[in-house]
Nanobody
Framework: VQLQASGGGLVQAGGSLRLSCVAS??????MGWFRQAPGKEREFVAR????????YYADSVKGRFTISRDNTKNTVYLQMNSLKPEDTAVYYC????????????WGQGTLVTVSS
């Protein structure tokens, strides 16, 4: 069982990045993206229900970020557009498996740095 996130990097403000997270060996109910900026607590970014595809976003990213999934590849994506310096953080993917009341598997994180 593992989550492997990738796609982070350095980008200028206004640019785009796409994060990917492969979930292996999981019976997934919900996949989510979270982020943690330096000196701040981890915060929710977006989530997607694996079967129906319903999505939810934090207000701070709504209209700029899009979460999606490819069930055949067990992969969730986070397309990030119009990036701002305040989006700089380590981004984590997480899985809430069937029967769990919380996110119970976490990836290792991928760093996104947005320069002004």
């Amino acid at each position: 069982v593992q989550l492997q996130a990738s796609g982070g990097g350095l980008v200028q403000a206004g640019g785009s990045l796409r994060l990917s997270c492969v979930a292996s060996g999981l019976s997934t109910y919900t996949m989510g993206w979270f982020r943690q900026a330096p000196g701040k607590e981890r915060e929710f970014v977006a989530r997607i229900y694996w079967l129906g595809g319903t999505t939810y976003y934090a207000d701070s990213v709504k209209g700029r970020f899009t979460i999606s999934r490819d069930n055949t590849k067990n992969t969730v994506y986070l397309q990030m557009n119009s990036l701002k310096p305040e989006d700089t953080a380590v981004y984590y993917c997480a899985s809430r498996t069937v029967g769990s009341s919380q996110y119970n598997y976490w990836g290792q994180g991928t760093l996104v740095t947005v320069s002004s």
